[in-house]
């Protein structure tokens, strides 16, 4: 597979996000069938493994340690801090917390050192100094090797990156959700950042296989979703409808146009798209073959300025965190 660069962090052109195998979308997927899938994507050339420890909690980090621990010389293994994993709904990203909780990930994941480890969501609580400058302690310790943010504001990211080099930011980004594209990419273009878009596919919305008849698992957090709400949904398929149509034209599936798409924007873009089913894996990894000519990425540009997103895309509860 193709390779791209995040800060100096070669990896491949498309990540695997692991979190759904464990959390969030349901209820967990069978341990060894996840363990073959993660092991799959390695053999088709997948060298990016997303999780985190709140996904789960801890049971994520588990099964991608376990998962890639035959190839771990292989691999990048991305995981995150900052959630209090003993209070519930809380941030914690005090220095001593980070040291501790990086101690249990490190074996969780059964390596020595973390490759790219990301500050999960920003606490307004410590400063961005302070964060960076713990991350830049257990690089210079071994334990890691490069620093992340995810969901972080502008100023955050030049702030933390003063302190320790940023090698990339995740945050939500795919057709239905455009907000980085007015100052977050041009900040992480100056600064050599690279970007990895978590839901590059709408939370599975942009994939085709989700309507406003949909029904979700009673433990899937798009219930809470206010863009996944009935209505929403039913305004929101024109985003599906306008990739199918380029999809149908190019041989491909409106999953692999949204990707296509996104990996046109930028050469430093990863996305990371997750699945709990081999075929999807395939389908996702198969969108690094199709090429969107400039008059393919103008109609989409045109189609998708026609179209106003319904409902946030995240709960009020949730937007709480959300730095800006």
Not at 46 to 61: H, I, K, S
Not at 138 to 149: A, M, S
Not at 311 to 321: K, L, P, T
């Amino acid at each position: 597979m193709e390779k791209r660069t995040l800060g100096h962090l070669e990896v491949s052109a498309l990540g695997l996000g692991c979190m759904g195998m464990s959390f969030g979308y349901g209820p967990p997927a069978d341990r060894h069938e996840m363990i073959t899938l993660i092991r799959t994507a390695v053999e088709r050339g997948v060298t990016l493994f997303d999780t985190a420890q709140v996904y789960g909690p801890f049971t994520n980090e588990e099964l991608v340690g376990e998962a890639l621990a035959p190839v771990r010389e292989q691999v990048v293994i991305a995981t995150k801090f900052g959630w209090d994993l003993e209070q519930a709904g809380t941030l914690n990203s005090n220095p001593d917390y980070i040291h501790r909780t990086v101690e249990g990930s490190l074996q969780r994941l059964r390596t020595d050192t973390i490759d790219l480890l990301y500050q999960h969501r920003v606490d307004q609580n410590v400063p961005i100094e302070d964060v960076a400058g713990t991350v830049k302690e257990l690089i210079d310790e071994g334990k890691v090797k490069h620093f992340g943010l995810s969901e972080a504001g502008v100023q955050t990211i030049r702030r933390a990156h003063a302190v320790q080099p940023v090698t990339a930011l995740q945050s939500e980004y795919s057709l239905w959700w455009r907000e980085p594209e007015e100052a977050i990419l041009p900040t992480l273009e100056e600064l050599e950042i690279g970007f990895v878009p978590f839901s590059p596919l709408g939370k599975g919305f942009l994939t085709g296989t989700i309507d406003e008849n949909t029904e979700f698992d009673s433990s899937d957090f798009r219930n809470t979703v206010p863009r996944f709400d009935s209505e929403a949904r039913k305004a929101n398929i024109a985003f599906v409808e306008l990739l199918t149509d380029i999809a149908e034209r190019k041989n491909a599936t409106p999953a692999q146009i949204g990707l296509a798409w996104l990996l046109a924007q930028r050469r430093w873009i990863v996305p990371i798209p997750g699945t709990t089913k081999l075929h999807r894996l395939e389908e996702n990894l198969a969108a690094t073959e199709v090429e969107l000519t400039s008059d393919d990425r103008q109609e989409i540009e045109e189609g998708a300025s026609g179209i106003r997103p319904q409902g946030h895309r995240y709960s009020e509860s949730s937007e709480r965190f959300i730095d800006r």
